[in-house]
C-alpha cells in the first residue's frame, strides 16, 4: 500500500521560509517522479513543482521559479520543498504526488495516481 505523508508546513510572514518534506512508503520510491501541488481555498489543485528519478531533471511552476526548489532523498525515500521568499498568494494546502509515469514530466493532477494527506502553508502580510 502506497503511503505518501507531508509534513513541516506552518504558518510564516511574507518573506519567510518553510521546507516542506514527504515521506514515501509502498513503492519503489527511486522508480517514481515525484511532484508537490497545492489548493487554495476556491482554487483547483495546481502543479507546483517535480523531480525525476534521478533527482537531476526538475520542473517549476512559472509562479515558484526562483523562490523554491524541490529535491529527493532516494535512500531514505523522501522528498522535499525548500520554499523561500514566500508570498501570501502561496497559502494554500501543499500535497505530495507520484507517478510512474517518467515522460513527459507531469504537471497535471491526473498524471499521479498516489498522493498524500497534504500539509496547510499560510502566509501572512
Known amino acids: 500500500q502506497v503511503q505518501l505523508v507531508e509534513s513541516g508546513g506552518g504558518m510564516v510572514q511574507a518573506g519567510g521560509s518553510l521546507r516542506l518534506a514527504c515521506a514515501a512508503s509502498?513503492?519503489?520510491?527511486?522508480?517514481?517522479?515525484m511532484g508537490w501541488f497545492r489548493q487554495a481555498p476556491g482554487k483547483e489543485r495546481e502543479f507546483v513543482a517535480a523531480v525525476r528519478w534521478s533527482g537531476i531533471s526538475t520542473y517549476y511552476a512559472d509562479s515558484v521559479k526562483g523562490r523554491f526548489s524541490i529535491s529527493r532523498d532516494n535512500a531514505k525515500k523522501m522528498v522535499y520543498l525548500q520554499a523561500n521568499s514566500l508570498k501570501p498568494e502561496d497559502t494554500a494546502v501543499y500535497y505530495c504526488?507520484?507517478?510512474?509515469?517518467?515522460?513527459?514530466?507531469?504537471?497535471?493532477?491526473?498524471?499521479?495516481?498516489?498522493w498524500g494527506q497534504g500539509t496547510q502553508v499560510t502566509v501572512s502580510s
Open positions: 509502498g513503492l519503489t520510491f527511486s522508480s517514481y517522479t
Open positions: 504526488a507520484a507517478t510512474a509515469v517518467p515522460m513527459p514530466i507531469a504537471t497535471t493532477p491526473d498524471r499521479y495516481p498516489y
